[in-house]
Structure formats: C-alpha cells, structure tokens
C-alpha cells in the first residue's frame, strides 16, 4: 500500500444498513483507491441528528487511526451548506464532511484546523442526477482522492477555518454544592454519559442525589460497574474519562427513564444521623 498518501479511511454516517447507501460509497472509494482500508466507525447516529454525530466523532477522534476521516450526517445536503475537508497535525490527518458542525467537535478535541478548503473542484465529484447524496457523489470520491495522493488544495479552494461552523456542545456548571449538567450520549447498554469530568464533583464528599425533572435517586459512586449494588443506580468515570450513570447488568436510561440531552443536577443527599429514607422514583410518561 506504499502507492498511498493515507491508507485508512473512517466512515461515520446517519445511513444506517438496511439500504446501499453504505456500501454504494464504500464501492466509490475502492475505485479510486482499490488498496485503502475502510474503518466503519458507525453508520447508526440518528437520522440528521449532527450533535450526535459530532459528539460520537469526538469520542473516537483519539483512537482512530491517522488518515481520512469521512463523516455524513447532513441534513442540509443539496442546500447552500459548504461540502469540506479540513487537515489537521499539519496533514496527519482530513476530516471530510459537511460545514454544518459535525467535524468540529472532533476537530478541536485534536488541536484544531491546521486549513480548510471548499470541496468545489468537481473533477473530483462523481456526476449526478441529483444533489441529494453528497456522501457518494462529494465528500467519499474527494476523500479517496487524497488517500492516492492528489494535494488537499487540488480539491478545492482554500477557505478561513474562522469561518467554519462550530458544534454545539453543552457546558456543565456547579453554583455551590449542586453540579448541574446534560446526558451526552446514551451508550448500547443503557449507560448515561454527563458532560462532567471527576473535578466537578471536587468538595463534594458525602453521598449524592440524582435529580433531573420527576426524578430523584441515591447514587453509589463506584469504579466498576459490579460494585453498584442490587436496585441501585452508580456514578463512575467512564472510559472517556467521563462521569456516567449506570446499573449493574441493566439500563439505567430504561431504569430512570431518562433520554439524551435531558438535564441533571448532582447534589449531596440529606441524610439524618441513624435514619435510612427510601426514594422513590418517579417515572415520565
């Protein structure tokens, strides 16, 4: 694979398996560069839903391996929205994907654009009948074309990485012993992952309180997911370094039934000397 300028291309996408799409770009990509390995880091993000999709980059940025990175999740295909390709590590690596904050998460998580350009050189677009799917037609040719070698200003012209649009992400707070955040993300097993690191719970040194609209609940603070105990529901730093909330062996967003970017509020819990007082949850419809 030594006739590569980058020999791994990750896929992220809204696309989903049950139609071609995947696999139509997947096809696309290898008859530009037949040798390139394709990583599917996922294809189930929520249809048109780029925070999740940007937040689910930023979380692999770190592991994946140097190279392309190609992400749609674009809503607002065939629109005005700019199709781009931003290098960063001075070429290390290109993400490549629509202007509308999905790249931008991981894009700062790895220390910023070192350019930018506009994919608007269509020699390198496939000819189509309609604008409808740029992941086929723009953003997978253009990426196979820098694995083989063509410069990143030979697809396009180069543009402000000031002028690219951010991602959304939301900031947690703490107004004295109470921390306030937001689930990020929902992972496969039902865990909630907060935009809190340990340091925001710093002081913060006797049991805690859940609470996040009906909902109230005692927490364990735990490092493993076996130390919660039995009905109970744990807080521990997850594998991105963030605190999440879990149950052992079971779904705490099925348990507390809560959702993505729901509220939630970290306080100490009341307790009087010798009395143990349950609390009950309380279920949204």
Same mark, same amino acid.
């Given at each position: ?7 791994? @291309?990750?896929? %992220? ?15 696309? @990509?290898?008859?530009?560069?037949? !040798? ?12 048109? *839903? =780029? ?22 999740? *674009?809503?607002?295909?065939? =629109?005005?929205? /700019? ?9 290390? !690596? ?22 930018? @350009? ?45 002028? %690219? ?34 340091? *925001? ?9 859940? /609470? ?14 076996? +130390? ?18 879990? @149950?052992? /062996? ?14 939630? +509020? ?20």
């Amino acid at each position: 694979m030594s006739d590569l300028r980058y020999r791994t @291309i990750s896929f %992220l996408s809204d696309y989903g398996l049950r139609d071609e799409s995947v696999g139509v770009v997947k096809s696309v @990509i290898k008859s530009v560069a037949p !040798s390139v390995d394709i990583v599917d880091v996922t294809h189930d993000i929520r249809r048109h *839903d =780029t925070r999740a999709g940007g937040l689910a980059l930023a979380r692999a940025a770190q592991y994946l391996n140097p190279g392309v990175v190609l992400a749609v999740v *674009d809503p607002g295909v065939g =629109t005005s929205r /700019r199709a781009i390709a931003i290098e960063v590590g001075d070429g290390q !690596s290109v993400l490549v994907g629509p202007d509308n904050g999905l790249l931008a998460p991981a894009v700062a998580l790895v220390g910023g654009a070192t350019r930018a @350009i506009e994919l608007d050189n269509a020699v390198y677009h496939v000819p189509a009948p309609g604008p409808t799917f740029g992941g086929r037609d723009i953003f997978g040719p253009c990426a196979a074309h820098l694995c083989a070698g063509v410069p990143l200003l030979e697809l396009g012209n180069e543009i402000s990485t000031a002028t %690219l649009m951010p991602g959304v992400l939301p900031v947690g707070g703490r107004e004295g012993d109470v921390v306030e955040g937001e689930i990020l993300w929902i992972d496969h097993f039902g865990n909630l992952q907060l935009n809190l690191d340990p340091d *925001d719970l710093d002081g913060l040194d006797g049991p805690l309180m859940l /609470r996040s609209g009906e909902v109230a609940r005692r927490i364990d603070r735990v490092t493993t997911f076996d +130390q919660i105990g039995p009905s109970n529901v744990g807080l521990l730093v997850d594998s991105y370094g963030l605190l999440s909330i879990a @149950i052992a /062996r079971g779904s705490a967003a099925e348990e507390l039934g809560l959702k993505e970017s729901d509220s939630v +509020q970290l306080g100490l819990a009341e307790v009087e000397p010798g009395v143990s007082t349950p609390v009950e949850l309380g279920k949204r419809s």
